[in-house]
């Protein structure tokens, strides 16, 4: 069973930086897409960022030249660095992947997810 494990969230001020971390256990896929989405309360959770099996990364426009996703294979984690960071990045941060790639950015495509880690930026 797959598991997904986010860390690295919290509060910043506007123009800081955070880098959250997703630790997967349990991978039995061998080719697999993975993503980072957020959510607001009353809002749909949105794609971020989502990096192929391969390593090719995409980003939504809102966040292109501020965000870089990464992954580490030897251990399994995801990372996704967030600079400049905005207050409309406030949001809960969620880790998924998708074992029937490819993917994008449709919360639809993707199998396993994470319980979220809060980041929340202020003015």
């Known amino acids: 069973q797959v598991q997904l494990v986010e860390s690295g969230g919290g509060s910043v001020q506007a123009g800081g930086s955070l880098r959250l971390s997703c630790a997967a256990s349990?991978?039995?896929?061998?080719?697999?897409?993975m993503a980072w989405f957020r959510q607001v309360p009353g809002k749909e959770r949105e794609g971020v960022a989502v990096?192929?099996?391969?390593?090719?990364?995409t980003y939504a426009d809102s966040v292109k030249g501020r965000f870089t996703i990464s992954k580490d294979n030897a251990k399994n984690t995801l990372y996704l660095q967030m600079n400049s960071l905005k207050p409309e990045d406030t949001a809960m941060y969620y880790c998924?992947?998708?074992?029937?790639?490819?993917?994008?950015?449709?919360?639809?495509?993707?199998?396993?997810w994470g319980q979220g880690t809060q980041v929340t930026v202020s003015s």
């Open positions: 998924a992947l998708a074992a029937f790639p490819p993917a994008t950015m449709r919360a639809d495509q993707y199998n396993y």
């Open positions: 349990g991978l039995t896929y061998r080719r697999f897409y």
């Open positions: 990096i192929s099996s391969n390593g090719n990364p």
